[in-house]
């Protein structure tokens, strides 16, 4: 049987077009709108880019010119600003052989500031810890011996003033901005993007007026900007690797020397030196030759093991004094007011019944457990690792505590301390609220407290993704800063308890505010088509 091959002619395309399917509308219109458009122009302007390190000296200079100008014209015009001291800070300054120009009554000379020290002797125990005479040593003061050196030269007379160590600490911001742009990656208008959500951060009066005070957070602010520079610079993987390492100990040594409670930090210091930089595998296309595990970690574990006994060596040097009153806050302003059980809490403790009568004291209050007769009892029993072993064995009590530091860490202004000079015009304790930005912000999450956790969960997670699927350092130094303010945190509630709550937890208030530099720069990173080149990505992995 023959086949007939049937010849077919192409339909018309009146045919084709009348048989096409219709398209389903979307609903989106052709041309983007002014969100997506604005978008774009943000990400094309302010993107990072291809993650690349190094250059851009003059924008990082730059930057650090600016900032630093900025801090100081954000405290001085059009009148100084800082914080008023509670009598701490002559425990710290007075090793300095100065005196503080003020008013006798607690009252007058809180309500303002009062900036100007002059020259004098002490003898005995009329310098050092209240109580003891205990010398008293922070890395603060190394910006106060600066201060003292050029309150001459400014015209402030002999002595000291406190307006010469705020130009100090806003220079030194300075210089920290530019190693931050010289340190991030990416194109020049997103460092300088992050450096200034920075700026913007640390200019808040909650953060900045610590600049003209006597109080050591000014070096623990600036430590910390230290340290994420350093720890960014090592990650970098690029120059000297000693150097690189001898630069995160001093960072880190100056930072955990501000105050007792930045021990909360040796751990992280610890994490960021054995996350090993990410370096490159190949060399003229050959690859390098393998290190053991050993010769990779040796040196940062040396490191590691300096600051640690920096570390017990700055703090053997802390007055008694400060332990035994931190130790009673934990116990009788915090631990013993807020338990469903004081008298069990007593028992496990080791502590005789008659203590309850104290609790909700302080140990200046007229009711003081330090008047009681077994007084002793406590001071043998108590401990920073007998209060650890408790809340380990009671994890429920945390909770409440946990939410009771919350709510102070949004609330970090220091209402019963002044800002301004005494004759400004301002009334008696009145509060710097010339760029209120972190302030408000941290005023609109108390309506959510749960919020901050939020924040600082996401800029975890995003930082581990950027860390690990971009092989990008800052999603690393996200992970550092969050942990940190939450060590910090913990350090602060069980160690230290309810009095000066607010003004102890003034620097995690910091480290959870720059969660929203680093989260910009994380969701930037994330949302950028760009990688960091593929043996650097291999290597941090």
């Known amino acids: 049987m023959e086949q007939q091959l049937v010849e077919t002619q192409p339909e018309s395309p009146a ?64 009148g100084p ?78 002595g000291m003033d406190m307006r010469a160590v705020g130009i100090v600490c806003c220079l030194v911001f300075g210089a920290l901005i530019a190693a931050l742009v010289a340190a991030l990656p990416g194109r020049a208008n997103f460092r300088i993007l992050i450096a200034a959500l920075v700026t913007v951060v640390m200019a808040d009066g909650v953060f900045a007026d610590f600049f003209i005070s006597p109080y050591p957070e000014a070096a623990a602010f600036l430590g910390i900007l230290a340290l994420m520079v350093a720890l960014l610079h090592y990650w970098n993987g690029g120059g000297n690797s000693w150097l690189a390492v001898a630069f995160v100990v001093a960072a880190g040594a100056f930072t955990l020397a501000a105050k007792p ?19 490159p595998s190949r060399r003229s296309g050959r690859r390098l030759p393998q290190k053991t595990w050993w010769r990779k970690r040796v040196l940062p574990l040396t490191a590691v093991v300096a600051v640690a006994a920096m570390s017990v060596a700055v703090f053997a040097l802390q007055p008694k004094r400060t332990t035994d009153v931190n130790l009673y806050n934990a116990v009788f302003a915090e631990l013993l007011p807020h338990s469903p059980v004081p008298e069990d ?31 002793n009892e406590f001071q043998e029993q108590i401990g920073p690792a007998k209060l650890a072993a408790f809340y380990a064995t009671h994890p429920e009590r945390l909770i409440g505590m946990g939410e009771r530091g919350i709510s102070a ?58 860390a690990f699927r971009k092989g990008a350092a800052v999603g690393r130094l996200a992970v550092v800063v969050v942990l940190g303010g939450w060590l910090q945190f913990w350090v602060v509630m069980v160690m230290s308890g309810q009095p000066e709550i607010y003004r102890q937890l003034v620097v995690s208030g910091f480290l959870g505010a720059l969660c929203v530099p680093l989260l910009v720069a994380l969701i930037s990173i994330l949302a950028s088509n760009k990688a960091v080149p593929k043996d650097l990505a291999a290597a941090a992995r």
């Open 15 to 78: 045919t084709v077009e009348e048989f096409e399917p219709v398209p389903v509308r979307s609903g989106k219109s052709p041309r983007p709108g002014h969100l997506r458009r604005t978008g774009r122009f943000l990400a094309r302007v302010f993107g990072p880019g291809e993650l690349r390190t190094g250059g851009f000296l003059l924008p990082a200079i730059l930057a650090g010119l600016v900032s630093a100008i900025a801090m100081i014209v954000r405290l001085f015009v059009p």
């Open 81 to 158: 600003v800082g914080m008023g001291d509670q009598g701490e800070g002559h425990a710290l300054i007075c090793s300095l052989g100065v005196s503080n120009v003020r008013p006798w009554d607690y009252g007058e000379f809180t309500s303002f500031i009062y900036p100007s020290w002059v020259p004098h002797e002490f003898v005995g125990e009329a310098c050092g810890s209240a109580g003891s005479g205990e010398p008293v040593y922070s890395s603060q003061l190394a910006f106060l011996w600066l201060g003292k050196l050029i309150t001459p030269l400014l015209g402030w007379g002999a």
């Open 261 to 279: 409670e930045m021990v909360s930090w040796l751990p992280l210091l610890a994490l960021g030196l054995l996350w090993l930089p990410a370096g």
């Open 345 to 375: 809490d007593l028992k496990w403790l080791g502590l005789d019944p008659g203590f309850l009568a104290a609790s909700g004291t302080t140990v200046a209050s007229p009711k003081s457990a330090a008047l009681n007769p077994k007084f």
């Open 409 to 466: 860490m949004l609330t970090p202004e220091l209402g019963y301390v002044g800002s301004f000079m005494e004759g400004q015009g301002h009334e008696p304790f009145a509060k710097d609220r010339r760029f209120p930005v972190v302030l408000g912000f941290f005023t609109a999450m108390k309506a959510a407290p749960v919020a901050l956790v939020a924040l600082q969960l996401l800029t975890l997670m995003l930082g581990l993704a950027v």
